[in-house]
Nanobody, 116 residues
Framework: QVQLVESGGGLVQAGGSLRLPCVVS????????VAWYRQNQEKERELVAQ???????IYGDPAKRRFRISRDNAKDTVYLQMNWLEPEDTAVYFC??????????WGQGTQVTVSS
């Protein structure tokens, strides 16, 4: 059974940082695409950052220059380092793993709240 478990969310002041880990079990990260998405009440789920199966890093507009995605295949963990957080970053952050043939898996999400 594949499980993705996010953690690291919480309440932080504007300008602060958070690091979100996503631990994956039941599935290897090698050759798979890994990504972070986020969703709040005002917007649909949007891409924050992705590492493709080929190793290309892709960032959504909100994440550019402030966030960094990384992966540790040995630990089956995907990280999202978020710096210079803004109130607009308040959302539930979801981890995603997609296999080359299209099957996708999601975590349950972790809440990030940024106060002004």
């Amino acid at each position: 059974q594949v499980q993705l478990v996010e953690s690291g969310g919480g309440l932080v002041q504007a300008g602060g940082s958070l690091r979100l880990p996503c631990v994956v079990s039941g599935l290897t990260l090698v050759a798979n695409s890994v990504a972070w998405y986020r969703q709040n009440q005002e917007k649909e789920r949007e891409l924050v950052a992705q590492i493709t199966g080929g190793g290309t890093h892709i960032y959504g507009d909100p994440a550019k220059r402030r966030f960094r995605i990384s992966r540790d295949n040995a630990k089956d963990t995907v990280y999202l380092q978020m710096n210079w957080l803004e109130p607009e970053d308040t959302a539930v952050y979801f981890c995603n793993v997609r296999e080359p043939w299209g099957t996708a898996y999601w975590g349950q999400g972790t809440q990030v709240t940024v106060s002004s």
